[in-house]
């Protein structure tokens, strides 16, 4: 199965940009990335996915790499609701896999 | 229902008894995914089905636990003789098949198991 490496924390300060990485050297060509959030007592919720080129919607950017071996997602403007635990997975007819995410901390 | 329901919320039970968690996914969902979710943990896979048919059961952690979709609906996930260790997060997810592979997962509230 397909994994995905995410580092366990990262800390952001209030209105400034966060950039969270994943890396997915075993991706498949037929592979999605998608990520998720999960708020404290609630469960994940989608945030944004693509396949080789980058995605913006209104919560996120997504950005991947030329081999998409690796992305990143991109907050442009963190606030402290953003503060919750990010996960990337692949998204794939397959059974999906969580990993551990990346809790993010919002300083005030 | 609006988004995905699952019940009951919070459910306490003693060792050695049997409990049946239900999943009423998004209407119209194909796909639906049962994961567990500890402490601190990310989710972890359990099974999923397309429509009622079991595609996958390799994350089910041992023959105690069961799952079934009969009419590509509804689903409930049994655990029999209930241990300690099967105290945790049960959600539940739903994903549209109309673009199978891109289709983002609803998540439900979670049924929250406590066994004593």
């Known amino acids: 199965d397909a994994k995905t490496t995410q580092p366990n924390s990262m800390e952001s300060n209030e209105e400034e940009p966060v950039h969270l990485p994943c890396n997915h050297s075993t991706i498949s060509g037929t592979d999605y990335i998608h990520w998720y959030r999960q708020l404290p007592s609630q469960g994940p919720e989608y945030v944004i996915h693509?396949?080789?080129s980058n995605v913006n919607n209104r919560m996120a950017s997504l950005a991947i790499a030329e081999d998409r071996k690796s992305s990143t997602l991109i907050l442009h403007r963190a606030t402290l609701r953003d503060a919750a635990v990010y996960y990337c997975i692949l998204r794939s007819p397959r059974k999906i896999i969580f990993g551990k995410g990346t809790r993010l901390h919002i300083l005030p | 229902g609006a988004g995905v329901s699952q019940s009951p919320r919070y459910k306490v039970t003693k060792r050695g008894q049997d409990v049946a968690l239900r999943c009423d996914p998004i209407s119209g969902h194909v796909s639906l995914y049962w994961y567990r979710q500890a402490l601190g943990q990310g989710p972890e896979f359990l099974t999923y089905?397309?429509?009622?048919?079991?595609?996958?059961k390799s994350g089910l952690p041992n023959d105690r636990f069961s799952a079934e979709r009969p009419e590509g609906s509804i689903s409930t996930l049994t655990i029999q003789r209930t241990e300690q260790r099967d105290s945790a997060m049960y959600r539940c997810?739903?994903?549209?098949?109309?673009?199978?592979?891109?289709?983002?997962?609803?998540f439900g509230e979670g049924s929250r198991l406590t066994v004593l």
């Open positions: 089905f397309n429509y009622e048919a079991q595609q996958d």
């Open positions: 997810a739903s994903s549209s098949s109309r673009i199978k592979y891109t289709g983002e997962l609803f």
């Open positions: 693509g396949l080789t």
